[in-house]
T-cell receptor, first 116, second 110 residues
């Protein structure tokens, strides 16, 4: 079974703090994704990566950056957390199809981040 | 038109009922479609892909109507365990990412 793990289930941070959210997958997937999910807005793509050291902006990249130093790990970074970044953050990975996505995405359990 | 639109519901049905969800999409060039299921406080999981000819998996049937740009999910003989949010998913125009609808909530009661 594919397993996608996220470093924390719940996280509370203060405005202005730098926040790291870690995601690890164990199935050698090339594609990895970061989403946030908010009530009434659904899942929105922040960033994705189709290879080590490669990254592409999703629909809402502002205020976020990412790092993909190893194939199995994709990190989301909030350089200076703000209250409007309070959300559920979901990481996902999918089997290798290069930059194109045709396959099922496997999600981690999510990190509920609260910024005070 | 928004990229992917779903009726948010909630759909409240008794056990054994048949229920159908529709989803419309704006990109006529989309090639791949999926239904995901998300249980309360859990991550989304793939329920089924949607093929051009329509496909069935047990009590679940997915249909694609390219001319009208919508996909549907039919659930027959609803079970309590079907209570969840169902997400309609379409490939984006560049083919590089999935676009998720906001989801339709189903509540099945005894």
């Amino acid at each position: 079974d594919v397993k996608v793990t996220q470093s924390s289930r719940y996280l509370v941070k203060r405005t202005g703090e730098k926040v790291f959210l870690e995601c690890v997958q164990d199935m050698d997937h090339e594609n990895m994704f970061w989403y946030r999910q908010d009530p009434g807005l659904g899942l929105r793509l922040i960033y994705f990566s189709y290879d080590v050291k490669m990254k592409e902006k999703g629909d809402i990249p502002e205020g976020y950056s990412v790092s993909r130093e190893k194939k199995e790990r994709f990190s989301l970074i909030l350089e200076s957390a703000s209250t409007n970044q309070t959300s559920m953050y979901l990481c996902a990975s999918s089997p290798p199809t290069g930059r194109r996505v045709y396959n099922e995405q496997f999600f981690g359990p999510g990190t509920r981040l609260t910024v005070l | 038109r928004k990229e992917v639109e779903q009726d948010p519901g909630p759909f409240n049905v008794p056990e054994g009922a048949t229920v159908a969800f529709n989803c419309t999409y704006s990109n006529s060039a989309s090639q791949s479609f999926f239904w995901y299921r998300q249980d309360c406080r859990k991550e989304p999981k793939l329920l089924m892909s949607v093929y051009s000819s329509g496909n069935e998996d047990g009590r679940f049937t997915a249909q694609l109507n390219r001319a009208s740009q919508y996909i549907s999910l039919l659930i027959r003989d609803s079970k309590l365990s079907d209570s969840a949010t169902y997400l309609c998913v379409v490939i984006n125009q560049a083919g590089t990412a999935l676009i998720f609808g906001k989801g339709t909530t189903l509540s099945v009661s005894s």
